[in-house]
């Protein structure tokens, strides 16, 4: 897995869920769940 060192010298994670290419309906799905989890996600 590839990482990110922030400003603050914290590394991370690089993620990619690939979301741009799913229809819209399944979209909306995704994006309603994300929301639900009450967790911040960086794109």
Same mark, same amino acid.
């Given at each position: $897995?590839? =990482?990110?060192?922030? #400003?603050?010298? &914290?590394? $991370?994670? %690089? /993620?990619? =869920?690939? &979301?741009? %290419?799913?229809? #819209? @309906?399944? @979209?909306?799905? &995704?994006?309603? /769940?994300?929301?639900?989890?009450?967790? $911040? /996600? &960086? @794109?």
């Amino acid at each position: $897995m590839d =990482y990110i060192t922030l #400003s603050n010298g &914290v590394k $991370m994670p %690089q /993620l990619g =869920y690939g &979301v741009f %290419q799913i229809p #819209s @309906a399944d @979209a909306k799905t &995704v994006l309603f /769940l994300i929301h639900g989890t009450k967790k $911040m /996600l &960086v @794109a």
